[in-house]
């Protein structure tokens, strides 16, 4: 496993640092993100993306993962961000993330929302529909602005992910069908428009894709769609964002192939369709979020209760589960983990982890071969940097738990642990 090395005393080591002793040190349930990782990542895309391609950008999805040091990390590495939410957007600006460099999508951006976009000076508000469209105009027009705007499309095409994760078929909530009667409204509307500059197209095929077809599929009708826009508008497009989608590693049974094996064909039909069409190369843009923060990310749990139901199953009981990552629960992810106070001791031992929540639901891993597990062990799961932390919850008035960021053998508090009181906080 990424970032993974054994101690001496048999610990699980991660970035450096000894997963035991963070457990002890600040508690459990406890994310853990390797800083190195993340960095790794960020300085991939630089390398194999934006260095490689000329007239490229990239943004980082933050709804995977948002910290106020999230966005400043991915500010010191020149990349941008992907906002979906007044609340994103409030806090990258906190963080002091430069505000022309991220993109705000949302297929029900609120008037509050886009009025705190305009006020930011956001570098491209992602629009999804007229009302939308129409909103944005205005507000941009009251305060004598024009917002950058892109259009979300949907390609119309199925990817290979969970139902609930795949975003660019024709019957999606998102972006906008590219039925020449439906997009004629949208294209001519905008370009008609003061109070808004359309500069080009963005899709979002779906997440944790393992196969590049769809994102290929998805640029084949899109590039098509510029053609014709040229052609019926005279409207060049400048910029065409691919969105993100990138698999990771959760289990064995994922084979990630590298960033560039997406990247590099993407390109390459970019050009290929351009040079076809006769159409002057867009400006690219990627926006992972899940590639840049899964595998950099492993939650600590205690291990309590172990409780053996003779001839069907022992159920190994951990202090979290659901409300620090929902994912096993709606999607049926998998994962994978280990005994940390044991990382070398022989995976002999077959059980189902469960969370602590009063839902039946609440499985973190089925059937996972451990090291004999004990209660008062340490429980390491993997590849939890992504869509855990994010879409934390407080079910059963649950705290939510703390992030630590690790490097290099040091580790520092980024997120303090909610306590009880923080849970009864609003109530008046
Ligand atoms: N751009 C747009 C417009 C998106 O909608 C998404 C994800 C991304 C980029 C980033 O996708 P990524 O590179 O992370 O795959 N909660 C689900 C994932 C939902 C993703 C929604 N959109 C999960 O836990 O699997």
Not at 187 to 211: C, D, N, R, W
Request: hydrophobic content about 40%; aromatic content about 8%.
């Amino acid at each position: 496993m990424a970032g993974a090395q054994s101690g001496t005393d048999r610990h699980f080591m991660f970035d450096g640092c000894d997963t035991v002793a963070l457990a002890k040190k600040y508690g459990t349930p406890l994310y853990v993100m390797s800083e190195t990782l993340i960095r790794e990542r960020l300085r991939e895309i630089r390398d194999t993306f934006l260095e490689r391609h000329p007239w490229t950008f990239a943004v980082f999805a933050s709804k995977a993962f948002q910290t106020l040091e999230m966005c400043r990390m991915v500010a010191s590495e020149g990349l941008g961000l992907d906002v979906v939410s007044g609340g994103e957007l409030y806090a990258a600006a906190r963080a002091g993330f430069p505000c022309d460099r991220i993109f705000f999508h949302g297929n029900n951006k609120t008037i509050e929302e886009l009025r705190l976009a305009v006020e930011y000076g956001v570098g491209r508000v992602v629009v999804d529909n007229l009302y939308e469209l129409e909103a944005l105009n205005a507000i941009a027009l009251e305060r004598g602005m024009r917002a950058k705007i892109l259009f979300r499309v949907t390609p119309g095409v199925d990817s290979h992910t969970h139902r609930f994760i795949s975003t660019g078929q024709l019957d999606s909530k998102f972006g906008i069908p590219l039925d020449p009667r439906v997009r004629g409204r949208y294209i001519g509307a905008a370009l008609a428009m003061k109070g808004v500059e359309l500069t080009g197209f963005h899709f979002h095929v779906g997440s944790q894709l393992l196969e590049n077809d769809s994102h290929l599929k998805a640029i084949e009708v899109v590039t098509r769609l510029m053609r014709d826009v040229k052609a019926d508008y005279g409207f060049e497009t400048k910029d065409l964002n691919l969105g993100g989608g990138f698999g990771v590693r959760y289990t064995d049974a994922d084979e990630p192939k590298p960033l560039a094996y997406f990247t590099d064909a993407m390109m390459a039909e970019v050009r290929r369709r351009c040079g076809e069409y006769g159409l002057p190369m867009p400006r690219a843009i990627i926006e992972p979020g899940r590639w840049i923060v899964g595998e950099a990310g492993i939650t600590l749990y205690t291990i309590g209760s172990i409780k053996e139901i003779p001839g069907v199953r022992t159920y190994v009981g951990v202090d979290g589960g659901l409300p620090d990552n929902p994912r096993p629960a709606l999607y049926g992810a998998r994962y994978d983990a280990i005994v940390a106070n044991r990382c070398d001791g022989p995976r002999s031992r077959v059980v189902t982890v469960a969370g602590k929540c009063c839902e039946t639901g609440d499985i973190l891993i089925r059937d996972i071969a451990l090291c004999e597990p004990e209660s008062g062990d340490i429980l390491a799961v993997f590849t939890t940097g992504a869509y855990n932390h994010s879409m934390a919850s407080n079910y059963n008035r649950i705290p939510r738990p703390a992030v630590v960021m690790v490097r290099e053998g040091r580790d520092r508090l980024s997120v303090r642990r909610e306590t009880w009181d923080d849970l009864i906080a609003r109530e008046i």
